[in-house]
């Protein structure tokens, strides 16, 4: 264990030397883009006039205008979310992937879920909020925010709407929430034969060098009140994140979170290599029961994570939950539909998977298009997702434990793909809105926006995927990846936490 903690130390410090700009105060917008600015008051500026002059020329300025004050419908409505989101992870997405693993291994990925969501909130705490929502460059941001650093309860952070601020706090604990459970979410794909203090090590690594820079180069900008005209949305755009600049939309984590994951674990399946006695041996799911809940947990928990990504009680915030939920049935219902044409019968893990499917395909397009591109969304994403966790899966080879990339990969690039079709106002959607006239953009190009999202989607895959294998690399030599043959046997939840989930 001192190597592991000794290894922690040694990722943190080679942090510390990533993203040397520093940024001015700022506060953050949308689903975490952040903004310079107006919102936390407007810089002074420096005069060569005489001592003398001074006092005539500051009673002549007019007086600033004092900040503006967090709504508390818009404050409670985020706090609620951010509950809403920490209820995916624990216990949703522990309980959607305890049921799915083998008996003896059911503690172990519970484990493996809570301990890491723990330690990614601290890290958020300690660098992660101040990395991905700081001005530096179109890769990573600064330290300027590092542990906290300067946020008090009056600092305020920005939304989608100009003068429109939330609690800076409450903008970091949301923003937490999202990091945690990507991190949480790749564990399904080399579960029940990984080391636990490697899953952690791993997911620290990750968490540094992968999902903090593709958050800031999806979500960091200057903000709404930092575009006042065309000069300065220039110059918002010259700050911004890599992708946010080209014009990426990700309303709520289709890269960030779902593609950024899902790569992830696919990458590790290969390099840590398939369980013992896969594809000789029964590995079924063991309890669809609590499988079933985790995943209405994940369902519930889902409106907080793409409704409250619009960091206002407004319409905007009720159309994304009006697709949350139609997205979802539909792709139930069209996975349900194709399994049982083509095996006969439908499942109860078919039906739920389909449902996760959906939640994972209108992630990024949940503030952008409407509720009948989100339904096309969702039927598309239960068809499309289910010949991921079967053809897809099998042309690889690889031994993706609980389908993440199945899933959670091809369903992430079916959404941010589709985002950039059904955001066309022609077709539903609402558009681009344009901070400068202050009103939807007259003009949408489906095709140029698809270019655009798969951008975002190729530069997520291949970041991702490249920093994913140096990460399990480093841990394989460090303190080694797999459990040995007799621990997997024996099963993790004895061999790893010398415990077991039920009574034997």
């Given at each position: 264990m001192k190597r592991v903690f000794a290894s922690m130390i040694v990722s943190l410090a080679m942090m510390f030397v990533v993203g040397a700009a520093t940024s001015t105060a700022y506060a953050d917008t949308p689903t975490g883009a952040p903004v310079q600015a107006s919102a936390t008051g407007a810089a002074s500026s420096s005069t060569s006039a005489a001592p003398s002059a001074a006092p005539a020329a500051a009673a002549q300025a007019p007086a600033a205008a004092p900040p503006p004050v967090p709504n508390k419908g818009d404050t409670a409505w985020m706090t609620v979310s951010t509950l809403l989101v920490l209820l995916m992870t624990v216990p949703g997405l522990a309980l959607f992937y305890g049921g799915l693993v083998r008996s003896k291994n059911m503690l172990s990925i519970l484990m493996?879920?809570?301990?890491?969501?723990?330690?990614?909130?601290?890290?958020?705490?300690?660098?992660?909020?101040?990395?991905s929502f700081t001005a530096g460059n179109p890769f990573i941001g600064s330290l300027d925010k590092l542990f906290f650093k300067g946020m008090t309860p009056d600092s305020i952070a920005a939304t989608f709407s100009k003068g429109v601020v939330i609690p800076d706090f409450t903008f970091a604990a949301f923003q937490a929430t999202f990091a945690a459970i990507?991190?949480?979410?790749?564990?399904?794909s080399f579960a029940e034969r990984v080391k636990f203090s490697a899953v952690v090590l791993f997911c620290v690594l990750w968490f540094t060098f992968s999902y903090l820079p593709i958050a800031h180069m999806v979500w960091y900008w200057d903000g709404p009140d930092a575009i006042t005209d065309a000069a300065s949305?220039?110059?918002v755009t010259a700050n911004a994140g890599l992708l946010w600049a080209k014009g990426a939309l990700d309303f709520a984590g289709g890269t960030v979170v779902h593609i950024n994951a899902a790569i992830a674990g696919l990458v590790g399946s290969f390099v840590i290599g398939k369980r013992i006695g896969y594809g000789r041996e029964s590995m079924a799911?063991?309890?669809?029961?609590?499988?079933?809940?985790?995943a209405s947990l994940l369902w519930v928990g889902w409106f907080g994570f793409n409704a409250g990504s619009n960091l206002e009680a407004n319409g905007m915030a009720a159309l994304a939950f009006m697709n949350t939920m139609l997205a979802t049935a539909g792709a139930a219902l069209s996975w349900t539909a194709a399994e049982g044409l083509l095996k006969g019968k439908a499942s109860m893990l078919g039906a739920a998977s389909g449902a996760v499917a959906g939640l994972v395909a209108i992630t990024p397009a949940c503030g952008f298009v409407g509720p009948m591109g989100s339904i096309i969304i969702g039927l598309l994403a239960g068809v499309c997702c289910l010949w991921g966790v079967t053809g897809l899966k099998y042309m690889l080879g690889a031994d993706d434990s609980l389908d993440v990339f199945g899933v959670h990969g091809v369903g992430g690039i079916l959404g941010a793909l589709l985002t950039g079709v059904f955001a066309s106002p022609s077709l539903g959607g609402v558009g681009i809105y344009d901070y400068v006239a202050n009103a939807a953009s007259p003009t949408y190009s489906i095709s140029g926006q698809l270019w655009i999202q798969l951008q975002a989607v190729v530069v997520t895959l291949v970041w991702s995927g490249v920093v994913s294998f140096i990460c399990y690399k480093i841990v394989d030599a460090l303190i080694g990846l797999r459990v040995t043959e007799e621990e997997e046997r024996e099963g993790l939840d004895i061999s790893s936490h010398g415990e077991s989930a039920y009574i034997r």
């Amino acid at each position: 264990m001192k190597r592991v903690f000794a290894s922690m130390i040694v990722s943190l410090a080679m942090m510390f030397v990533v993203g040397a700009a520093t940024s001015t105060a700022y506060a953050d917008t949308p689903t975490g883009a952040p903004v310079q600015a107006s919102a936390t008051g407007a810089a002074s500026s420096s005069t060569s006039a005489a001592p003398s002059a001074a006092p005539a020329a500051a009673a002549q300025a007019p007086a600033a205008a004092p900040p503006p004050v967090p709504n508390k419908g818009d404050t409670a409505w985020m706090t609620v979310s951010t509950l809403l989101v920490l209820l995916m992870t624990v216990p949703g997405l522990a309980l959607f992937y305890g049921g799915l693993v083998r008996s003896k291994n059911m503690l172990s990925i519970l484990m493996q879920v809570f301990v890491v969501t723990c330690a990614i909130y601290v890290l958020w705490a300690i660098y992660g909020y101040s990395l991905s929502f700081t001005a530096g460059n179109p890769f990573i941001g600064s330290l300027d925010k590092l542990f906290f650093k300067g946020m008090t309860p009056d600092s305020i952070a920005a939304t989608f709407s100009k003068g429109v601020v939330i609690p800076d706090f409450t903008f970091a604990a949301f923003q937490a929430t999202f990091a945690a459970i990507t991190c949480t979410l790749i564990i399904g794909s080399f579960a029940e034969r990984v080391k636990f203090s490697a899953v952690v090590l791993f997911c620290v690594l990750w968490f540094t060098f992968s999902y903090l820079p593709i958050a800031h180069m999806v979500w960091y900008w200057d903000g709404p009140d930092a575009i006042t005209d065309a000069a300065s949305l220039d110059a918002v755009t010259a700050n911004a994140g890599l992708l946010w600049a080209k014009g990426a939309l990700d309303f709520a984590g289709g890269t960030v979170v779902h593609i950024n994951a899902a790569i992830a674990g696919l990458v590790g399946s290969f390099v840590i290599g398939k369980r013992i006695g896969y594809g000789r041996e029964s590995m079924a799911p063991h309890n669809l029961t609590l499988t079933m809940v985790g995943a209405s947990l994940l369902w519930v928990g889902w409106f907080g994570f793409n409704a409250g990504s619009n960091l206002e009680a407004n319409g905007m915030a009720a159309l994304a939950f009006m697709n949350t939920m139609l997205a979802t049935a539909g792709a139930a219902l069209s996975w349900t539909a194709a399994e049982g044409l083509l095996k006969g019968k439908a499942s109860m893990l078919g039906a739920a998977s389909g449902a996760v499917a959906g939640l994972v395909a209108i992630t990024p397009a949940c503030g952008f298009v409407g509720p009948m591109g989100s339904i096309i969304i969702g039927l598309l994403a239960g068809v499309c997702c289910l010949w991921g966790v079967t053809g897809l899966k099998y042309m690889l080879g690889a031994d993706d434990s609980l389908d993440v990339f199945g899933v959670h990969g091809v369903g992430g690039i079916l959404g941010a793909l589709l985002t950039g079709v059904f955001a066309s106002p022609s077709l539903g959607g609402v558009g681009i809105y344009d901070y400068v006239a202050n009103a939807a953009s007259p003009t949408y190009s489906i095709s140029g926006q698809l270019w655009i999202q798969l951008q975002a989607v190729v530069v997520t895959l291949v970041w991702s995927g490249v920093v994913s294998f140096i990460c399990y690399k480093i841990v394989d030599a460090l303190i080694g990846l797999r459990v040995t043959e007799e621990e997997e046997r024996e099963g993790l939840d004895i061999s790893s936490h010398g415990e077991s989930a039920y009574i034997r």
